[in-house]
Structure formats: C-alpha cells, structure tokens
C-alpha cells in the first residue's frame, strides 16, 4: 500500500511521471494539508453539526463557535478532499464523511483522528531520534489525557475488524478463558465475549490503559468476566490454563528479547492445545522492502515512538517456534490491509 499524488486523468498521468514534476512539494505539503484539515474538521464537530442536513459556512461556524472566514475555507477544503458536499453555498457530508467522521457512526474513527494531535506531536521529535536516539517512549511518559487519546483511538482501529477477527479465528473448540497482552482497550476481548458466553478474559496492561478498558467492558456488560493484570508485560503475571492469547500491535514496541521472552511466556500460559495470535503490521522480507511504502513509514513511526521497528512475518514466525509453538499460518483479514494475524498453534 503506497500513499502519494493521485492522477485524475491521462495528462496528470504524464505530468506525474515527468522528472520535472515537483512531487516533494506535495509530498511535504500536500499529505500535511489534508491530515490537518481533517484533524481540524474533527476538532469543531463539523460532521456532527451536519448530521442533521446541509448549513451554511455562517451557520457551522456559529455553531463551532468559530471565525466565518477560517471555517468555509475549511469546509471548501474538506469538499475537494470528499468529506462534504457543497450545494448553493450549503454544506452537508458525503457518504465518506458521514461513514467514518460522525461520533455515531458504526465504525468512527473520530477519536483516532483525535488521538493523531499526539501522534503529530511526536513526529516533530523525528530528528532528535535520529541525531540522538531519543524517542518519545510514549508507554512510559504519556500523561492521563494523552493515554485516554491513545486507547479511544486504538479501540476505533480495533471496531474496524474486530468481527471478522471473531468469524476468521477457526478455533478447533469455544474458547473458556482468553488472555489478551495489551490489549487495555478491550474492543477484541468484548468482541470475544459476545461470541462466547461462557468465555472469560485476563487483560495484561498498564493501569492507564486498564481505566479506559474498565469503562468499555462495564458499558458492555462484561466487567464480572474479564480480570486485569496491571503492570509491564515483562513482569505481570499471565495466569495459565488459557485456550486462546493475544498479543496485537505490541511487538513493534519491543526489542527482539522482550518480544522472544513474551512469546516465551504467552505459550507457557496456554492450555496443551491453546492459540497464540499475534497482530502487527509486519514488514515485507528483504527483497521486497525497498517496495513498501507504509510498512518502511511505519517501522520510522515506531522508532520515534518506542525506539524500536516493525518486523518481519519470518522474523516473528521464528521466535514463535523457539517458544514452543509448531503451527504457525498467515491470515488477512479484509478490514485491516495494512496489517496481518500471525495463529500459533502449541
């Protein structure tokens, strides 16, 4: 998956494959303009304040409690991005607007959009962590508000695929007890539960992370079925006796050690014949790096934030079987391209 200039017809086609097109001027400034147009179109309720029909510029800024001016320059952007649709001066949504930037849409991902105010704060630290190696650690230095924002916007991330998760699992019996690594905003481990009422689920995460996973499951119903551990993966307690694990969107925060260690210890909490499953969103194999855009930005994004990288599928394979695991499949779901499911079998 590649993100870039789109042409919209032959001679753009041309223009874009000249070598005098100019393409870092809309690779620098292009992706910021449209990230932060919808950032800000998130930031004043412009969605939902066109949930109820098509306002004028004058009307949404009134509402927003904003300057004319600034906010129809605004929605003419969001327009051309295809977020709005303007009609005599009216705005109202586009069907793309409405199915992902309304607060009650199905699968929102306004508090990802949200969260992404932290996460441009920390992109600005890109030459500190190349200069000097200092990254943002953000598991360690995130304050109360920005941890709220970080697990909100996962758990949007999370909405997106987590009943096919549930259909695609194959599991050779109903799991009775789930161990999920850091998985604090516990859309996967709800999920689960409502596909088995018999399940229960141990959640292993920090406590800032474990108060907003708190909220979600008490909301769902679920708060006497799942049981938190607090504390570092490196020292919390697993529990044993779990037919199913899982570890999504960790292992890119960790050094090969830690990682290989995890791994080590989610097998030897698995009942005999239990699953791990591990979800990131794993780099091509050498030969074919050169090709992948996202996978090559995201590695650079984990390393400002963690200090570390994504991996490989053959990488991670590999210290799932020194862990003790012999099955070892690739899945894709369809509402996550841009990341893989690694099933482990003991």
Not at 35 to 45: I, K, N, P, T, Y
């Given at each position: 998956?590649?993100?870039?200039?789109i042409p919209e017809g032959v001679r753009d086609w041309l223009v874009l494959r000249s070598r005098r097109f100019p393409r870092p001027l809309f690779d620098v400034m292009g992706t910021m303009l449209v990230s932060r147009a919808l950032m800000a179109g998130v930031h004043f309720g412009v969605f939902d304040k066109l949930a109820s029909g098509p306002k004028s510029a004058e009307e949404v800024a009134r509402d927003a409690g904003a300057e004319t001016h600034?906010?129809?320059?605004?929605?003419?952007?969001?327009?051309?991005?295809?977020?709005?649709?303007?009609?005599?001066?009216?705005?109202?949504?586009?069907?793309?607007?409405?199915?992902?930037?309304?607060?009650?849409?199905?699968?929102?991902?306004?508090?990802?959009?949200?969260?992404?105010?932290?996460?441009?704060?920390?992109?600005?630290?890109?030459?500190?962590?190349?200069?000097?190696?200092?990254?943002?650690?953000?598991?360690?230095?995130?304050?109360?508000?920005?941890?709220?924002?970080?697990?909100?916007?996962?758990?949007?991330?999370?909405?997106?695929?987590?009943?096919?998760?549930?259909?695609?699992?194959?599991?050779?019996?109903?799991?009775?007890?789930?161990?999920?690594?850091?998985?604090?905003?516990?859309?996967?481990?709800?999920?689960?539960?409502?596909?088995?009422?018999?399940?229960?689920?141990?959640?292993?995460?920090?406590?800032?992370?474990?108060?907003?996973?708190?909220?979600?499951?008490?909301?769902?119903?679920?708060?006497?079925?799942?049981?938190?551990?607090?504390?570092?993966?490196?020292?919390?307690?697993?529990?044993?006796?779990?037919?199913?694990?899982?570890?999504?969107?960790?292992?890119?925060?960790?050094?090969?050690?830690?990682?290989?260690?995890?791994?080590?210890?989610?097998?030897?909490?698995?009942?005999?014949?239990?699953?791990?499953?591990?979800?990131?969103?794993?780099?091509?194999?050498?030969?074919?790096?050169?090709?992948?855009?996202?996978?090559?930005?995201?590695?650079?994004?984990?390393?400002?934030?963690?200090?570390?990288?994504?991996?490989?599928?053959?990488?991670?394979?590999?210290?799932?079987?020194?862990?003790?695991?012999?099955?070892?499949?690739?899945?894709?779901?369809?509402?996550?391209?841009?990341?893989?499911?690694?099933?482990?079998?003991?």
């Amino acid at each position: 998956m590649r993100i870039g200039v789109i042409p919209e017809g032959v001679r753009d086609w041309l223009v874009l494959r000249s070598r005098r097109f100019p393409r870092p001027l809309f690779d620098v400034m292009g992706t910021m303009l449209v990230s932060r147009a919808l950032m800000a179109g998130v930031h004043f309720g412009v969605f939902d304040k066109l949930a109820s029909g098509p306002k004028s510029a004058e009307e949404v800024a009134r509402d927003a409690g904003a300057e004319t001016h600034g906010m129809k320059l605004l929605l003419d952007a969001l327009v051309t991005c295809g977020y709005l649709r303007e009609r005599q001066g009216r705005y109202g949504n586009s069907a793309l607007g409405a199915a992902w930037l309304r607060s009650d849409a199905a699968h929102t991902l306004v508090n990802f959009v949200r969260y992404n105010y932290d996460q441009w704060n920390w992109m600005s630290q890109l030459e500190e962590f190349i200069e000097r190696g200092e990254a943002r650690d953000i598991h360690q230095k995130l304050s109360e508000p920005e941890w709220r924002r970080y697990m909100l916007g996962l758990r949007d991330i999370a909405g997106l695929s987590a009943e096919e998760l549930v259909e695609r699992l194959d599991l050779p019996a109903p799991p009775r007890s789930l161990l999920d690594v850091g998985g604090g905003h516990c859309e996967y481990v709800i999920a689960l539960c409502r596909r088995y009422p018999a399940l229960t689920a141990t959640v292993v995460d920090l406590e800032p992370a474990a108060r907003v996973g708190r909220e979600q499951v008490a909301k769902a119903g679920l708060a006497e079925r799942v049981t938190f551990r607090i504390g570092r993966l490196e020292q919390a307690g697993f529990g044993s006796g779990h037919d199913l694990a899982f570890i999504f969107n960790v292992i890119h925060h960790l050094d090969e050690p830690t990682a290989r260690a995890a791994l080590r210890r989610i097998g030897e909490s698995l009942s005999p014949q239990g699953t791990a499953v591990v979800w990131e969103s794993f780099r091509e194999e050498r030969e074919r790096q050169r090709h992948d855009q996202l996978g090559a930005l995201l590695a650079l994004f984990f390393g400002v934030a963690s200090a570390r990288q994504a991996y490989t599928f053959e990488q991670v394979s590999e210290w799932a079987r020194a862990a003790g695991f012999r099955e070892i499949s690739r899945k894709s779901l369809r509402t996550a391209p841009f990341a893989a499911l690694l099933v482990a079998r003991k």
